[in-house]
């Protein structure tokens, strides 16, 4: 079964920084993009940033130049920088992972992370 588990949120002041950490495991089949997205309250669950196993990464146009994407393919983890943060950046944060498999894609989802950046 997969599973993956985030840490890292929390509340921190306008102007700060947060790292959230996704381990992932349980799969048969490596990830293939793993990525990060957020929901705010009444707003939908938008891409965040996402980087592939080869490193190439995707920002959403807010947090790009704030936020930085990173993995370890090897303990299967992807990872959040996130700096200059400000009052619009609270949401709940989700690990998201692909799992390609033939013609199939499988999207996985960790339970959230909060984040309150605070004015």
């Known amino acids: 079964q997969v599973q993956l588990v985030e840490s890292g949120g929390g509340l921190v002041k306008a102007g700060g920084s947060l790292t959230l950490s996704c381990a992932a495991s349980?799969?048969?089949?490596?990830?293939?993009?793993m990525g990060w997205y957020r929901q705010a309250p009444g707003k939908q669950r938008d891409m965040v940033a996402a980087?592939?196993?080869?490193?190439?990464?995707n920002y959403a146009d807010s947090v790009k130049g704030r936020f930085t994407i990173a993995r370890d393919n090897a303990k299967n983890t992807v990872y959040l920088q996130m700096d200059s943060l400000t009052p619009e950046d609270t949401a709940v944060y989700y690990c998201?992972?692909?799992?390609?498999?033939?013609?199939?894609?499988?999207?996985?989802w960790g339970q959230g992370t909060q984040v309150t950046v605070s004015s």
């Open positions: 980087i592939t196993t080869g490193g190439s990464t």
């Open positions: 998201n992972a692909k799992v390609v498999w033939a013609t199939l894609q499988f999207d996985y």
């Open positions: 349980g799969s048969n089949f490596r990830f293939n993009t």
